[in-house]
């Protein structure tokens, strides 16, 4: 039980991200997957480019 108690008190202390925290933190996380996977898209055509020319 001394563990649940703790538990709760913890709880009790946790600041949760408010609606527009939440669309700006979503929004950051999608932006950059999109940015990474056109990164490496690119990448992996150069890549593929240059092993063609072997």
Known sequence: MHFMHDVV????????????????????????????????AIVDSIVQYLLGLL
Do not use: C, H, Y
């Open 9 to 40: 008190l913890e709880m009790k202390k946790v600041v949760w991200p408010n609606a527009k925290q939440t669309r700006r933190d979503t929004s950051t996380v999608i932006g950059l997957s999109v940015m990474f996977a056109i990164f490496f």
